[in-house]
C-alpha cells in the first residue's frame, strides 16, 4: 500500500486531501478493493461512490481500473485516473440533479465552485474559508 501512495501525483493526492482538510469522511465515497474480490459486498450501500480497483502482482500493489458507483451499481469504468472519475462522478450528479452524499457534502461543494466556479458566489462557510486561503 506504501508502494501506491509514493506513485500517486500531486493532483490525486489533492483529490484525496480536500475532503480531510474539510473534515469530512470520505471512506464511504472512495471505495478500494482488489481485483480478486467479490464486489457485491464492496458495492453493497454504496449509494454514490468511487471505486479504484488494485492489482496485487506480488511485487507491489497498482491501480487496475477505476470506476463510478450510482445506486451500488458501476455506471461508468476503465477510467484512467481518480480526478477524471470525480470529474465524471461529479457531472453525473449534476445533470441527474442527484444530492451529494451527506457526508462529503462540503467536498462536493468545493469542486462546484471553485474548480468548476458553477454557482460560486452561494457557498457555505467552509468553501467560502477555503477558497479565500486558495486566493491568498
Known sequence: ME???DKLDEQTAAL???PIFLREDATKVFLKCL???ILEPVLNGASVAILTILQDDGAGTSV????VVLE????????PDLSTALAY???L???LNIDYPKQ????FEAIQAIFFELDGSRCSQPIRSLKTKLLL
Open 3 to 5: 508502494d501506491l501512495l
Open 16 to 18: 484525496r486531501g480536500l
Open 35 to 37: 481485483d480478486t474480490d
Open 64 to 67: 487496475r481500473d477505476q470506476a
Open 72 to 79: 451500488g451499481d458501476i455506471v461508468l469504468h476503465n477510467i
Open 89 to 91: 462522478l461529479f457531472g
Open 93 to 95: 450528479l449534476y445533470a
Open 104 to 107: 462529503m457534502r462540503y467536498t
